[in-house]
């Protein structure tokens, strides 16, 4: 029995001194026991002396949820930060140091009070630094994609300015200098007058095609009368476009959105919308725009094949992925639900957060 107290020793003196975990033991008032190599390692120490008088309910750098916690006989996990400017103790270390460390209480039984507490935590600062460039990266990815969306759409709006006002002014007069041509031909002049008719024709024909570039590149709607009468504008154009049928109710104050969110959400729905004709095998859809306290919500369900799970989640799937970078930016999330044979709903929410936004 002895001899296997005695390799039971070994083992654990083998393991508390060998594992490349900092490992701290502390008795039940909070003082220091022991503790390993690879611990006075991370703390930047030469040696357990140098934490004589190190308490671990009076470490500052300890936070109080992890305190609360082991007096309440709780083992707790969490990663927190050690900052060397806050240590009494002298190290070679300074800054801060990040560490994924597990508290955990030593009792005999459950119920009763711990007789100590055990730490073990691992350095992770490498990870955390290259987590907070990686977010920052992600960070100035999104700020550049919303770069380019708001200077695509400006530009969308230069060039459909220019389409409305000067290729179809330019048309306009085209249209009635024709008109005069062929009211001062004589009827004997039945050739000239019928090319000149085709030409006419043609000529109005380019000018609707015109307007519906423009419209297409930016809805004039969107820019004059907002989000409501654009949604409108587009559905009626899917509807004669596709032969599909497109509802659309709106349940919200009268609301103007700033210029950029307006544009987001159009582009959502028209994505959205594109995605029903496309994929869906749908015959109808329904819309609503609706706000809901401080939240904004847009749903599009269609009564097509139903996107499967694979089809939501693939890496191909650019146009839900082109949703949810726009959504990204705006702080708002989207949620896309399939039935098999029922249909696929789509709903996005977007948090309105300053006047700037919304103005009711």
Known sequence: MQKKILVSEERFK???????????????????????????????????????GYTLFSNPNIPNVVKD???NNKTIRLDFKIDFDKTWYKTSRSGVVYVD????????KRALPAWGYLVQYCDITERKL?????????????????????ARETERSVIARK?????????????????????GLGKSQRLLRGKIKSMLKLVDETMKT??????????????DLGIEDAIRWHAREFEKRTGISCEVTFDYPSCVLSRDLSTAIFRIFQEATSNVY???????????LKQEGNTLKLQVRDNGRGITKDQIKSSKSFGLITIRERLLFWGGTVSICGIPGKGTTLAIK????????TKC
């Open 163 to 183: 389409i409305h006002d000067e290729l179809a002014q330019t048309l306009t007069g085209l249209i009635i200098d024709l008109s005069c041509v062929y009211e």
């Open 210 to 223: 015109a307007q519906r570039i423009s419209a297409e590149l930016r809805p004039k709607l969107l820019d």
């Open 14 to 52: 083998a393991i508390f001194v060998e594992s490349p975990t900092g490992i701290e033991i502390y008795g039940a008032d909070g003082d220091l026991v022991d503790v390993n190599q690879s611990s006075l390692h991370i703390l930047g120490l030469h040696s357990a002396d140098d934490l004589k």
């Open 350 to 357: 977007v948090p309105l957060y300053s006047e700037e936004e």
């Open 278 to 288: 496309r994929h869906a095998n749908a015959n109808r859809v329904e819309v609503s």
């Open 69 to 71: 916690g082991l007096l």
């Open 130 to 150: 290259m987590e907070t460039e990686l977010i920052k990266s992600r960070e100035e990815l999104r700020n550049l994609n919303s770069y380019i969306q708001t």
């Open 101 to 108: 460390a597990m508290f955990s209480p030593l009792r005999n």
